[in-house]
């Protein structure tokens, strides 16, 4: 089993400046909205795409949904980076570098009465290869360019997950920014 489906699994709590304040089983959190440290992490291959996973099916919340090509939480004594790598392997079988460039804030509230309050780490990388994601985490993975992401977003909203669609726009800026 993962540690990301485990139900020990704990998150660290944070206030809105990111200082730890506790820790929490990740089920509660979702439960009772507590806002904890998260990651998002975008791989983009040398075309400029990105690697997207469709979310699998047996997730808690945003099952089947599109997303980022990774996304989770660091342990409580783990570095954020290096939480962002390790799960990137559980995830989606890769292995790359990352860089942190910018974090958010977010608060969503699901059909199920779960609540994701996360402040979101975000990371870039570089990967031209394929992912084996692992089945229990993602039932499908693809590249698109930013513009087709974009587009879908726009004209399918409820195929994707909040997180993305919360930060995609920041993403979009940091893209512009670095070229």
């Not at 997730?59 to 342990?75: E, F, M, V």
């Not at 804030?105 to 992912?131: C, I, M, P, Q």
Request: aromatic fraction near 10%.
């Amino acid at each position: 089993m993962y540690a990301d489906t485990a139900p020990e699994e704990q998150v660290l709590l944070v206030n809105e400046h990111d200082q730890p304040v506790g820790t929490m089983g990740k089920l509660e959190a979702h439960q009772v909205g507590a806002l904890h440290r998260a990651f998002s992490v975008f791989l983009f291959d040398d075309q400029g795409r990105l690697l997207v996973q469709k979310r699998a099916a047996g997730k808690y919340h945003s099952a089947g949904l599109w997303t980022n090509t990774c996304c989770s939480h660091p342990r409580p004594q783990e570095a954020v980076a290096d939480a962002a790598r390790r799960r990137l392997m559980e995830e989606m079988g890769i292995d790359t570098p990352v860089e942190h460039r910018f974090s958010f804030l977010y608060k969503a509230e699901f059909d199920n009465g779960l609540t994701e309050h996360e402040l979101d780490h975000v990371f870039f990388g570089r990967w031209n290869g394929s992912a084996e994601p692992h089945p229990e985490e993602a039932d499908d993975w693809k590249y698109m360019t930013p513009e087709e992401l974009e587009q879908d977003l726009h004209q399918h909203p409820e195929r994707y997950t909040v997180w993305l669609r919360t930060c995609w726009d920041q993403v979009r800026a940091q893209l512009n920014g670095s070229h």
